[in-house]
């Protein structure tokens, strides 16, 4: 990644010799709804949070800043709250092209916005060490997906949450 570059890819073997550049979910989002706290590539000040397919679900890896504090060496709960939201309608938007046979990105643009956030806080959560975010599509319908995600640090499930997303309404998006 080049600096100022806001868009991250990661390289995936194919065969030896073989190489291609795989984007994250929020990188498909058009630009007109890319401001998200949690995983806008176009808000500086955001998390950058960035969904991948691991197999049938979903992960996601985020390190929180010192400033992310809860108590100390602990993770605010509202940074895990925005992980699992985030994380959740990004999967949200990667099944439903899935489903439709498409890449993602491809016309008409899909993006999901939130209507339910259910977070459960199992265990402290440590700061200063990688969480990882694994999602599991429970249910898909036309316009909402539930997903589950599952938050892990150091191994161990900190937290869980279910994510209800809608597909967004044509009034959020700017023309």
């Not at 950058?48 to 397919?53: N, P, V």
């Not at 892990?152 to 949450?161: F, M, R, V, Y």
Request: charged share 25%; proline share 5%.
């Amino acid at each position: 990644m080049t600096k100022g570059s806001r868009v991250c890819y990661i390289k995936l073997s194919l065969q030896e010799g073989q190489a291609m550049e795989k984007r994250s979910f929020q990188d498909h989002y058009a630009d007109d709804v890319s401001h998200c706290y949690g995983c806008g590539r176009l808000n500086p000040e955001g998390l950058h949070i960035k969904s991948y397919w691991d197999g049938e679900e979903s992960v996601a890896r985020f390190t929180p800043r010192p400033y992310h504090i809860a108590a100390p060496g602990f993770v605010y709960g509202g940074t895990i709250a925005s992980l699992i939201d985030c994380h959740g309608t990004g999967t949200a938007a990667a099944v439903t092209y899935r489903r439709e046979g498409r890449e993602m990105g491809t016309e008409p643009k899909l993006r999901f916005v939130t209507a339910s956030l259910r977070v459960n806080y199992l265990l402290p959560t440590p700061l200063g060490v990688e969480l990882e975010a694994r999602g599991r599509v429970k249910e898909i319908g036309d316009r909402k997906v539930t997903i589950s995600v599952d938050v892990l640090a150091e191994g161990k499930i900190c937290a869980n949450g279910e994510v209800v997303a809608v597909l967004m309404p044509d009034g959020m998006k700017r023309r």
